[in-house]
Structure formats: C-alpha cells, structure tokens
C-alpha cells in the first residue's frame, strides 16, 4: 500500500513547457506540502495546503501554482519551465498542520 | 531565525562500527526535531522524532538520537554500521513558528559505509 504517491516519477522536458506533476495521499491526512530538492540535496518547502486551503506559501515565481481538489490530492503545475526547475520535487502530507509528515518518493523533473 | 546545522557533510565507517552522525539547531520556541534518510534515487523516509516526550529517542534500524537542550544538538546514532545504512540523513526542525508545520531541513550527511 503506498501511503503518498506520486505521478510521473520522472519528467523530462522542453524549456518553456507547461507540465504538471500529481500528488495523492491515502492516509487520510488533512494537510499536504510541496517541497524542492536542489541538486545539492537542499530541500525547502514550497506550499502547503490544509483542508483545500492554502496555508503556507514561500516565496516562489508565480509560475508555480498548486492546486488541491480534494483533500487526498494536490497537484503542482508549472507554467514556462526554465533550467533552474531541475529538480527533485516531494510531496508530503501530515494529519493536521502540526503533526508528522510523510514524504512521497518524488518526481524528477529535467528541463532541458 | 530557525535553523538547523549537520557538522558533517560527508561521514565513511566501515561496516560494524558506530556511526554518529551531528545535528545542531536553533528555535526560538521547542521545535519539534526528525531524522528522514534518503536512500539513492528514493524518497524521504522517518527514522525517528523527538516531541518532547523522553531525550532519548529510539527510532527504526537500530538508530536513536538524543535531545539536549543545552547543547542545542539532537545527534544520530547507531552501534553498529550495515551496509543497507548507506544513504543521505536529514535533520530536521519543526520551529512551530506560525503555528503551522514548516519543516527546516540540514543540508544533509551522506552517509558511506565501506565492508
């Protein structure tokens, strides 16, 4: 059973693209993240959504914008890919906003 | 400002011997503090969490950590090396800042475990 899960697991595309990766939990969670692996292995949160609702929101280019239909799903679409999107890309979910989170396998994303 | 610091970029032991592996982190409130590992090309994995219930922490795979205040460190342990340990550990501090889980990931240790 895989807790969170995430599609594609790989992404390799063209610069200037719009690509979108899917997040799913079925851990019944409340709160799900968005975080960015570099290729130095930092990792930084990018959002956060609890119960649909944007919670957190770090400074991130208005490319990026989340979306969560339900609150076992949130996707990430990024419009206009540029090189420095490469990158590790990790879904996370936690049963409320202060609780543990648990990480999905990650999708990497090439922009070529 | 929240932060967390692992002393060691790189740590090698061969395979049965201890590993340590060092965290340092500042919180201006009682942080809540994790160690994940990340095996190649895998994703995040918990090893243990330290909530401010007892210092010593025990976790998965034979690792623990221990809380200490004073020295502001939340250190990873384990007796004795395997192989299969070989991986990218992450401390990491939950400042509870906000009230909302905003996890501040160490830069990591990589973790090489020689036979």
């Known amino acids: 059973d895989t807790a969170v899960s995430q599609t594609p697991k790989y992404l390799v595309t063209q610069m200037g693209n719009d690509k979108s990766i899917k997040c799913e939990q079925n851990l019944g969670h409340d709160t799900m993240y968005w975080y960015k692996q570099d290729s130095k292995k930092f990792l930084k949160i990018m959002f956060s959504?609890?119960?649909?609702?944007?919670?957190i929101n770090e400074t991130v280019p208005n490319r990026f914008s989340p979306k969560s239909p339900d609150k076992a799903h949130l996707n990430l679409h990024i419009n206009s890919l540029e090189l420095g999107d490469s990158a590790v890309y990790f879904c996370?979910?936690?049963?409320?906003?202060?609780?543990?989170?648990?990480f999905g396998p990650g999708t990497r994303l090439l922009v070529l | 400002a929240q932060s967390v610091t692992q002393l060691d970029s790189h740590v090698s032991v061969s395979e049965g011997t201890p590993v340590l592996l060092r965290c340092n982190y500042s919180s201006s409130y009682s942080p809540s503090l994790f160690w994940y590992v990340q095996h190649p090309n895998k994703g995040l994995q918990l090893l243990l969490k330290?909530?401010?219930?007892?210092?010593l922490v025990k976790g998965i795979n034979g690792f623990e950590a221990e809380f200490k205040k004073s020295e502001t460190s939340f250190h990873l342990t384990k007796p004795s090396a395997h192989m299969s340990d070989a991986a990218e550990y992450f401390c990491v501090v939950n400042p509870f800042s906000g009230g909302y889980n905003k996890l501040i990931f160490g830069a990591g240790t990589r973790l090489a475990v020689h036979p």
């Open positions: 959504y609890n119960n649909k609702e944007l919670i």
């Open positions: 996370a979910s936690s049963q409320d906003t202060l609780e543990t989170q648990y």
């Open positions: 330290y909530t401010s219930a007892a210092t």
